[in-house]
Every structure is written in C-alpha cells, then in structure tokens.
Nanobody, 123 residues
Framework: QVQLVESGGGLVQAGDSLRLSCAASGRTFSNHATGWFRQAPGKERELVAAISGGGSLYYEDSVKGRFAIARDNAKNTVYLQMNSLKLEDTAVYYC?????????????????WGQGTQVTVSS
C-alpha cells in the first residue's frame, strides 16, 4: 500500500522561506515521477513542481527561481523548498506520486496523493 505523508506547512510572512516534505512508503520515489500541487480558495488544483524518476525537473512559471523540488533517495522523501514566499502562494499543498517514470504534468497522471498541508503567507 502506497502512502504519502506531508509535513512542513505553516504560517509565514511574505519573503520568508518554508520547506515541505513528502515521505513515501510502499513506492520508491526514484522509480516514479513526483509532483507538488497546490489549491487556493476558489481555484483549481495546479501543478507547482515535479521531478521525474531520473531527476528531470519542471516548475510552473510563477514559482521559477523561488521554489526548488528535490529528492533524497536514501530517505525516500521529496521536498519542496519555497523561498521568497508571496501572498499568492497561500494554498493547500499536496504531494502526489505517478506510476510514470518521466515527468508528469497532469492530475490524471498521478495515482497517489498526500492529505495536503496548509501554507499561509501573510503580509
């Protein structure tokens, strides 16, 4: 059984940094694509960043240069480092795992999801 456990969310001020963690059991992250999605109130869930099994990276334009996705294979954990946080980054953040090895950008390409962690950025 595949389980994804997220941690690291919280309340921060604009300009601050935060690191989200997604620890997996039942699936080896290095063999699969992993994505970070977010959903703000009134908006659809959107892909923020993704990493393929081979380490290829994808970022949404609005977070390029500020966010970084990384993987620690020894810990089977994927991270999302968020720097220079803005008010518009406020959302529930979800990690998700795909059966695909290559980069996956669609919600339909992911079969396992974490429960979500709240990130709130205040001014």
């Amino acid at each position: 059984q595949v389980q994804l456990v997220e941690s690291g969310g919280g309340l921060v001020q604009a300009g601050d940094s935060l690191r989200l963690s997604c620890a997996a059991s039942g699936r080896t992250f290095s063999n699969h694509a992993t994505g970070w999605f977010r959903q703000a109130p009134g908006k659809e869930r959107e892909l923020v960043a993704a990493i393929s099994g081979g380490g290829s990276l994808y970022y949404e334009d609005s977070v390029k240069g500020r966010f970084a996705i990384a993987r620690d294979n020894a810990k089977n954990t994927v991270y999302l480092q968020m720097n220079s946080l803005k008010l518009e980054d406020t959302a529930v953040y979800y990690c998700a795992s795909s059966p695909a090895y290559h980069i996956a950008t669609l919600r339909s390409e992911y079969d396992y999801w974490g429960q979500g962690t709240q990130v709130t950025v205040s001014s």
